[in-house]
Nanobody, 129 residues
């Protein structure tokens, strides 16, 4: 079992940028993608973006495309979530979690929260004007 740790969020103004990180003390030896989520509702965390084990494949929800970017540093067991041109509607609690995959270049936004493991503690991002 492993645990992911999310860096602190922040209070920013619209149009600003923020970078979050998702780190683990030790990832599992098999392939896994990393997903970033926002709380959205009490019932489900909404996937925002994902990055494959290799880092070669990324997928983004439509509402963040062109603004959010994921990058992966496997040597340091860290995934970075660069958020640009932040909007008030991006305000939420953000999480990261890992999903085991069959291939190193695979990640998908079509998934369920229960397939993910090692959930980070969540971090608040507030965009205010």
């Amino acid at each position: 079992q492993f645990q992911l740790v999310v860096s602190w969020g922040d209070l920013v103004q619209p149009g600003w940028s923020l970078r979050l990180s998702c780190s683990a003390l030790g990832f599992p030896s098999d392939y896994h993608s990393i997903g970033w989520f926002r709380q959205a509702s009490v019932l489900e965390r909404l996937v925002v973006a994902c990055i494959s084990h290799s880092g070669k494949t990324t997928n983004y929800a439509e509402f963040v495309k062109g603004r959010f970017t994921l990058a992966r540093d496997n040597a340091n067991n860290t995934v970075y979530h660069q958020m640009k041109k932040l909007k008030a509607e991006d305000t939420d609690v953000y999480y990261c979690a890992a999903e085991r995959t069959q291939r190193p270049d695979y990640c998908t936004l079509v998934s369920h929260n229960r397939w993910y493991e090692g959930w980070g503690q969540g971090t608040q991002v507030t965009v205010y004007s």
